[in-house]
């Protein structure tokens, strides 16, 4: 077997085992295979093989990344697989050392999503109950966002819901996140007002389709795709649309954007970043702290309303 069909065949294991013993989630393993491939690629560039790169190789690799005007987040995450990939090579005796463990990548620039208002948000949950062709595309669009803005979920927690989440008009929702651990997130009147007038319909469909002999989808989103479901790629689409008929910046809103506003809105509003961590699902609360500069500007604007001298 040569170099190259012998990391590929490397790389596999390690994403297999980064699926099956870390519970990373699918697109997480995806971003490793598209990451150690182009790592890959670079190496035979440089008449070089996996097991024979050092630490120079690693560091002139994340250079020749810089140089190419790549962006910080995207070098410090192909550093991150690197490091991982000769990790697991080390605890499976494929090598005796990790080149890339000491290497000090970029910091991972942390930067916040649009800032929507609770009057910008208003108006984007406004514009998305009338947006669609007819009443299931307007009454699922709605669900769409006011579900995202009233429970924070990730954008691939949303789409992939199941149908029998939502069963029994809840007050809450099971959430299945990275690596498949669960949440419960509670359900705003809206928001549950938007399910149910959603559920109803799709449901309606979703018999029409089964007496015409297609398979009941297991989702409450169902799509025509290969996954079942709506996929993240045509919802981040479908947020844009929506921010550009309610008159708001398109270009800088995303479906991030609202789980963005659905934490900085909290916590204006006094919740306990430990909470706000709980619901979004982060499993580091430093993840979590780069929304505390919403709690910065409440108390700026506490102490010049209400200090003495001020």
Request: charge should be positive; include cysteine; glycine fraction near 8%.
């Amino acid at each position: 077997m040569d170099n190259t069909a012998n990391m590929t065949g490397l790389v596999e294991r390690f994403l297999e085992a980064a699926r099956a013993e870390l519970g990373a989630a699918d697109n997480t393993v995806l971003a490793y295979g598209r990451d150690l491939a182009d790592f890959g690629a670079w190496l035979r560039g440089h008449g070089l093989d996996w097991h024979e790169a050092g630490r120079e190789d690693i560091e002139n690799y994340l250079i020749s990344l810089q140089e190419a005007g790549m962006a910080q987040a995207t070098r410090a995450r192909r550093l991150s697989a690197v490091r991982q990939f000769y990790r697991f090579a080390l605890d499976e005796g494929w090598r005796d050392d990790n080149p890339a463990a000491m290497i000090h990548g970029p910091r991972r620039a942390r930067r916040l999503p649009a800032n929507l208002s609770e009057a910008d948000v208003e108006r984007l949950l406004k514009t998305a109950r009338s947006f669609g062709r007819d009443r299931a595309e307007q009454a699922r669009n709605a669900c769409l966002f006011e579900l995202l803005y009233a429970t924070g979920m990730r954008v691939s927690e949303l789409v992939s819901l199941p149908v029998a989440a939502a069963r029994g008009n809840p007050r809450m929702l099971l959430v299945r996140g990275n690596g498949g651990k669960e949440r419960m997130v509670p359900l705003s009147p809206p928001a549950r007002r938007a399910l149910k007038r959603w559920l109803k319909l799709r449901d309606d469909i979703e018999a029409a389709r089964t007496r015409r002999g297609a398979r009941p989808s297991a989702f409450l989103f169902p799509g025509h795709g290969r996954q079942g479901h709506l996929t993240r790629v045509w919802f981040h689409a479908l947020v844009k649309k929506v921010a550009r008929a309610a008159e708001l910046g398109a270009d800088d809103i995303s479906p991030h954007s609202l789980r963005h506003a659905f934490a900085t809105h909290m916590l204006a509003h006094g919740a306990d970043l430990r909470v706000i961590q709980t619901l979004l699902g982060h499993a580091d609360i430093a993840t979590t702290e780069i929304y505390t500069h919403v709690l910065d500007e409440r108390l700026r604007e506490l102490v010049l309303k209400r200090h003495p001298l001020a």
